[in-house]
């Protein structure tokens, strides 16, 4: 049957069955409009760009991915979410704290010294975990918002001030720690002894010039990235609290529209994205580390004593969360199982490395 075809009517044959036949036309058949409340030297940016290579690449053309920086589509959290629900916009961005407003249960990422290191938040992160999430996000959003995946955005949450060395729970006494309006983070600084005051971001370098708040809970990037130090932000302790977990969200009924091979393209985009947005804040942090020690920043880095002296004085916070958020329980209890199995594996890859 084949022989009896012309060249071109096999080509035309093969187009009318492919899901690829508006590229070969010459134009995406679908598009992508992606957004981030960031900037192009940010980790969400990284992950767009490679996102938006392997998508189309992988699709043939028949998907085109337009990444919008800043606030271009929308200007915060809640704003963005409501426009992925109504499906104007297709993917956007949020830290826990950007979305916690609409998936209080996000907040979870926000517990401290649960993950103990990147290959246990990446393990957990890439596994069932995260699809419980998205079981989770879906259920409260009416099945309009989708976790795609969950990736990183700035390293590890750290404790940084103006004031003194912190070493210990004690020295966090009387601090006045910047956070953002969400609760469970005000509920940390609490329970340490500091005192949570939130500040907008645009607002916080000049909060530590003029006293406003002494210290932040941030990453080594963002302190270097918005010159923190220049505003009197000299110590950093590397208690490592929190991972930056980074929720990439998406128009369900948009995701949904596309046919299946189109959708795989789509979820293979976002693993692409999340392995980028793990590796590249461990690049950036290198310099972003040796800069402030170079300009006369202290860095610690707590002994195991000390951190588990953090760990105990902040669990009450785990108590506040499971009796004031909506699903706390179940999410909770989720990640402590992911993060139990995650650590029974590597412990079992290590040992199998080690001999």
């Not at 070493?167 to 949570?196: F, N, Y």
């Not at 990439?248 to 948009?254: G, I, K, T």
Request: hydrophobic residues 45%; contains cysteine; charged residues 20%.
């Amino acid at each position: 049957m084949l022989k009896g075809l012309t060249k071109a009517a096999l080509a035309a044959t093969m187009l009318a069955t492919s899901s690829f036949a508006a590229y070969a036309a010459g134009h995406a058949e679908y598009t992508i409009r992606a957004t981030a409340n960031s900037n192009e030297n940010d980790e969400d940016y990284d992950g767009l760009v490679v996102f938006k290579n392997y998508v189309e690449a992988a699709s043939n053309g028949a998907i085109e991915v337009e990444i919008f920086m800043g606030t271009q589509l929308c200007a915060n959290g809640t704003e963005c979410l409501e426009g992925v629900a109504e499906g104007t916009i297709d993917v956007y961005i949020s830290t826990s704290g950007g979305a916690s407003g609409i998936f209080p249960f996000v907040q979870v990422l926000d517990l401290p010294y649960l993950m103990a290191d990147d290959r246990v938040a990446e393990g957990v992160l890439t596994g069932d975990f995260t699809r419980k999430m998205r079981d989770m996000g879906l259920e409260a959003s009416d099945g309009t918002i989708r976790l795609m995946t969950v990736g990183n955005t700035g390293g590890w949450r750290n404790f940084a001030n103006t004031q003194r060395r912190v070493q210990s729970p004690a020295d966090m006494d009387g601090l006045k720690i910047r956070t953002v309006v969400a609760d469970l983070p005000q509920e940390l600084v609490k329970a340490l002894g500091a005192a949570p005051t939130p500040i907008p971001w645009p607002e916080l370098f000049t909060s530590f010039q003029t006293g406003v708040v002494d210290g932040s809970k941030n990453g080594i990037t963002d302190i270097m990235g918005m010159k923190f130090p220049d505003a009197g932000l000299q110590y950093v302790t590397l208690d490592g609290h929190a991972y930056m977990g980074a929720l990439w969200w998406m128009s369900n009924e948009n995701f949904m529209a596309m046919p299946e091979d189109m959708r795989r393209v789509v979820v293979d985009g976002f693993s692409q994205l999340q392995q980028a947005t793990f590796a590249s804040p461990k690049r950036k942090s290198i310099q972003a580390y040796a800069d402030f020690v170079a300009g006369g920043g202290d860095l610690y880095v707590p002994t195991p004593d000390e951190k588990a002296a953090f760990a105990e004085a902040a669990a009450p916070v785990q108590d506040w969360f499971r009796a004031n958020v909506d699903g706390g329980n179940e999410v909770l209890d989720a990640l402590i199982a992911s993060v139990s199995e995650v650590e029974a594996d590597l412990a079992a890859d290590r040992a199998a490395d080690l001999n």
